[in-house]
Structures are given as structure tokens and as C-alpha cells.
């Protein structure tokens, strides 16, 4: 598991840096060049909706997302647990229909080609399905591990 998390990692600094070296080159090709290269600004739009996504269910992984927890700090601990694994099923529905829905996207957009790159434009839609894949799999995953372990008092109990 350990190794599928740094992949992730590795895998999310390498967009950041290539959005990066996108962005470089349109400033650089802007002010220095006679000629701007038409599709950096395009490929920095693509992987940046690529690292939001992705790095919402990294996020997630941390247990980073913001949680109000006033009321589920001050509930004994039977309730706080169902609490908690309500909330991590509920999210997992939701982000499995966010799974459904990014897929029939991507499927309708398919067909049609980026202005600048010309690629299918369910490279760029086909964020919203897999980070939303990722953030299903680690609320179950967090609802089957509260069943088990319950839930540590020192962790946010409302949300991922």
C-alpha cells in the first residue's frame, strides 16, 4: 500500500510540474519569441483539473477535507462511530454516481477534439471519474475501517 501511495505522489508531482513547464513555455514563447506556442495553455487546463481531482482523494488519504465536528465530538463514542460510517457511505454513494455520471461525460465528449491539441477531449473530463473512483474507495474503505476499529477521538468524525 505504502508503494501505491508514493505512486500517487510521484504521479501528482509530475503533473504539477509539467502544468509547470507548460505554463513556462507559454510566458517564455509570449515574450521572447516571435511565436506562442497554441497549446500550452490548453495542456496546463487539462492537468490542472487532473491534480484537483487527484488531489482531493490524496487529500482525502490524509484525512485533510474540512469536517465540522461541534456535535460529533460531544456524542459517546456508539453514536459517533454510526455517525461516522453514515457519512463515509453516504460520501462513497455520492462518489460513485459522480464515477457514473464522469463516465457517460467522457463517453459524449469522446468524439471531439481539443481546439489547441487536438486530442479527444475525455483526456481532460476523465479527471472528474477517476479521482472520484479514488474518493469512493477510500470512504468505504474508512466506513469498513470505523466498523472494525471504530473511531479514534482525535480524528474529524463528519467528514472524509
Request: hydrophobic share 60%; aromatic share 12%; glycine share 8%.
Amino acid at each position: 500500500m505504502k508503494t501505491l501511495h508514493r505512486l500517487e505522489d510521484l504521479f501528482l508531482v509530475t503533473l504539477f510540474l509539467a502544468a509547470l513547464l507548460a505554463l513556462t513555455a507559454q510566458l517564455g514563447s509570449r515574450y521572447f519569441l516571435d511565436y506562442q506556442f497554441p497549446w500550452t495553455e490548453e495542456l496546463a487546463r487539462f492537468l490542472f483539473t487532473w491534480i484537483v481531482f487527484l488531489g482531493a482523494a490524496n487529500v482525502m488519504r490524509h484525512s485533510g477535507l474540512i469536517a465540522v465536528t461541534l456535535i460529533p465530538d460531544r456524542m459517546p463514542d456508539g453514536p459517533r462511530n454510526m455517525l461516522a460510517i453514515f457519512m463515509h457511505l453516504l460520501g462513497g454513494v455520492f462518489f460513485l454516481i459522480l464515477v457514473w455520471v464522469g463516465i457517460q461525460l467522457c463517453l459524449k465528449v469522446a468524439g471531439l477534439p481539443t481546439i489547441a491539441m487536438g486530442i479527444s477531449s475525455a483526456f481532460e473530463y476523465g479527471a472528474v471519474p477517476a479521482g472520484a473512483a479514488l474518493m469512493a474507495l477510500r470512504s468505504f474503505g474508512a466506513a469498513l475501517r470505523i466498523w472494525r476499529h471504530g473511531l479514534p477521538r482525535d480524528t474529524a468524525a463528519t467528514l472524509m
